[in-house]
């Protein structure tokens, strides 16, 4: 039978946990006022935002939004369950955590557990009896180190070398467990045999550390794959799991990016050269459900492919797989590498700062895609330009409703053809007036998210620009901000946020702040600038179409309002 945990002993546990001392060991906190005060463990950010109340028993981040008690920081921080989250709680305190029956079944795994935990004692034990593999690692740069913080080990070239010795252990573990945890297999004659002979084994972790599955590497001329993985088991579901995200957490507490590259091995080799954030898939493409993992930990993710035609073929997959999970700030690109290198050789031919800086050069997923899906188009022709905003709209579709990428790949598609996300349909523009207004009302209010980002960003603004900006506000609130930011080169984010907070209008003014970007600095000002140029050029055809009407309206000014409106062109067609 299943089981839950009752509702009074989470009250309880809650009542006698210390969530300041919980959060507090894992994120440097600092008192302010009643409360206590740090950065973010969740968003990047120079400015703490991050607040703990022992009071009120919670946390919360005016920055991100993020908050919750001690067990919701423990889901988030450590990547845990609700139920283990509860039990590493129950542990600090002493508490036993109680079940109650549920009406639900629910299987007791621990079997299958212990059995993989006994065979990684197994393969461990002989990996130390094989100078074969042992000359194998040394030969693939490995040291001694690194091979028990991965926990490598070997199974000997024998079909029942691991099921006989498990079954004759101090603790023996039944064929039944070992067969539905994939260590050994069974024949249409009925004969179990070990799954792994004569190769090097990887054990594969969990979030907790549990051993869940194993890769093996086939050491010389021996029969079968050269790489052979666990089948699927009621603990493993390959298209979930990541090789060394345990490691990779373990090594840091705040992940900037994870690097998701194609074997054991290039993991290994980047952890002993001190690039520890690396992680592998297991015989599949990444896919959602690995992208959904990822980006618990990490906001931006790195691919690592083969430049060759099959690697820009799996970057594609890649691609398509990552679309619907690149909300907020999440960021995707890929890294290709060299013919006929993989992370492995190039980390310990060129070093660990050289392929750090090939990970900074790698591209970004929109310019990816723009780059793939203009191959074999000239832009200069319009069936062309046609055919690639067809091509681009199912991928702008698939990215998440409002996100910046959507948008970032509407305004890329719009500089490359002239026409909009959803293709070139001039007509349904024409016949839809108000959307267009809406959105040219919506770009001051970017402009001024962008502004309280990053609110260096002011010293672009000429009073001309302020001004505009100002007047292009839907809330007078927002105006004030824009000519104090102007007029204050020195105030932050935290100032401008501050100094009108508890007035009308404060609450869509920290939405705005707080509005998801996947840019970084240079970023957020190329992108300010060419908003401000759209909204001077925006300005300038409202000023322009003002002129024309009031030409229309009285003939007699007709002389001086051409004028007055061929210069406005001319000036708005100047470089």
């Not at 907790?208 to 050269?226: N, S, T, V, Y």
């Not at 990428?405 to 349909?425: C, I, S, V």
Request: glycine share 10%.
């Amino acid at each position: 039978m299943a089981f839950t945990i009752p509702k009074t002993f989470i009250n309880e546990l809650q009542d006698r946990v210390d969530i300041a001392a919980v959060i507090g060991s894992r994120v440097t906190l600092k008192k302010g006022g009643k409360d206590l005060q740090g950065l973010c463990p969740f968003h990047d950010e120079k400015t703490p935002s991050f607040t703990v109340s022992p009071a009120k028993n919670m946390y919360y981040c005016f920055g991100c939004g993020a908050g919750g008690d001690a067990i919701k920081f423990l889901e988030e921080f450590e990547g845990l369950s609700f139920t283990e989250a509860v039990e590493s709680l129950a542990a600090t305190v002493g508490m036993e955590v109680p079940r109650e029956q549920s009406k639900s079944p629910a299987r007791d795994l621990t079997p299958l557990f212990e059995a993989m935990r006994a065979a990684e004692g197994f393969y461990k034990a002989q990996l130390k009896a094989s100078p074969e593999a042992i000359d194998y690692l040394k030969g693939r740069g490995l040291t001694g180190q690194i091979a028990a913080e991965f926990k490598l080990g070997f199974a000997p070239d024998a079909w029942n070398g691991l099921r006989d010795a498990l079954a004759g252990g101090v603790h023996p573990v039944p064929s039944k467990a070992l067969l539905e945890a994939g260590l050994i297999g069974r024949n249409e004659s009925g004969r179990e045999y070990d799954r792994f002979r004569g190769r090097v084994m990887f054990p594969v972790r969990d979030g907790r550390g549990r051993i869940i599955a194993f890769g093996g590497r086939l050491l010389g001329e021996g029969q079968g794959p050269k790489y052979l993985n666990s089948p699927e088991t009621p603990i493993f579901h390959k298209s979930q799991e990541l090789y060394g995200l345990f490691e990779a957490r373990k090594s840091s507490r705040r992940l900037e990016s994870l690097i998701v590259v194609e074997g054991y091995l290039d993991v290994i080799a980047l952890a002993q050269a001190g690039i520890r954030n690396t992680v592998a898939t297991l015989g599949t493409a990444t896919g959602e459900d690995h992208y959904r993992k990822l980006y618990r930990y990490a906001d931006e993710v790195i691919c690592c492919f083969d430049g060759d035609a099959a690697g820009r073929r799996a970057a594609w997959k890649a691609l398509e797989g990552a679309l619907g999970s690149l909300s907020g700030g999440r960021r995707l690109k890929f890294m290709f590498l060299p013919d006929g290198e993989d992370p492995d050789s190039l980390v310990r031919q060129k070093g660990a700062d050289d392929f750090r800086r090939r990970i900074g050069g790698a591209t970004p997923a929109i310019e990816y895609l723009f780059t793939e899906l203009t191959g074999g188009l000239d832009l200069t022709v319009v069936d062309d330009r046609a055919r690639l905003a067809h091509l681009v709209d199912p991928y702008v579709q698939r990215a998440p409703a409002d996100s910046p990428l959507r948008q970032m790949m509407r305004n890329r598609l719009r500089e490359l053809t002239g026409f909009a996300a959803d293709g070139p349909q001039p007509q349904r523009a024409r016949a839809a007036p108000r959307r267009a207004a809406g959105r040219r009302d919506a770009l001051p209010q970017q402009l001024l998210s962008l502004l309280l980002k990053s609110p260096d960003l002011a010293a672009e603004l000429d009073p001309a620009d302020v001004d505009l900006l100002a007047d292009g506000q839907d809330s007078p609130l927002f105006a004030e901000v824009i000519r104090y930011a102007a007029a204050h080169a020195g105030a932050d984010a935290a100032q401008l946020l501050g100094r009108w907070s508890g007035q009308e209008g404060h609450a869509e003014l920290l939405r705005l702040h707080q509005r998801p970007s996947m840019l970084d600095a240079e970023g957020l000002a190329v992108e300010f600038r060419e908003g401000l140029e759209r909204l001077r050029e925006l300005a300038g055809r409202r000023q322009r179409s003002e002129l024309v009407e009031r030409m229309r309206g009285d003939p007699a000014e007709e002389k001086e309002r051409l004028a007055e409106y061929m210069a406005l062109r001319q000036s708005a067609e100047a470089p």
